[in-house]
């Protein structure tokens, strides 16, 4: 069964930091595409940052580039976004999501995957 586990939510000022882990179980982690997807009250679902596990390529929507990285310990089949610079309209659920490798990283990244974790709650206050 495939599972995916969020961690590393909660409230942090405007520009301050926080590092959210995703544990993937149940899948050969290295066939997988990783991402983080988050949804803010009222809005729709946007990809924010995905990471192919099979080539280590990226992807990031413009409203993150620069602020956000995406990064993969395969070792512990872990996924991770740190996020820096971090502004109130960042404030969301955010969402890890896993599916295999079938198309580019960038349509995965803005379509959706298969198999979805709960959601863990970011909240920049300004």
């Known amino acids: 069964e495939v599972q995916l586990v969020e961690s590393g939510g909660g409230l942090v000022e405007a520009g301050g930091s926080l590092r959210l882990s995703c544990a993937a179980s149940?899948?050969?982690?290295?066939?997988?595409?990783i991402g983080w997807f988050r949804q803010a009250p009222g809005k729709g679902r946007e990809g924010v940052a995905c990471i192919s596990n099979s080539d280590g390529s990226t992807y990031y929507a413009d409203s993150v580039k620069g602020r956000f990285t995406i990064s993969s310990d395969n070792a512990k089949n872990t996924v991770y976004l740190q996020m820096d610079g971090l502004q109130p309209e960042d404030t969301a659920v955010y969402y890890c999501?896993?599916?295999?490798?079938?198309?580019?990283?960038?349509?995965?990244?803005?379509?959706?995957?298969?198999?979805w974790g709960k959601g863990t709650l970011v909240t920049v206050s300004s």
């Open positions: 149940g899948f050969t982690f290295d066939d997988y595409v």
């Open positions: 999501a896993g599916d295999l490798s079938r198309v580019h990283i960038a349509t995965m990244c803005i379509l959706g995957m298969d198999y």
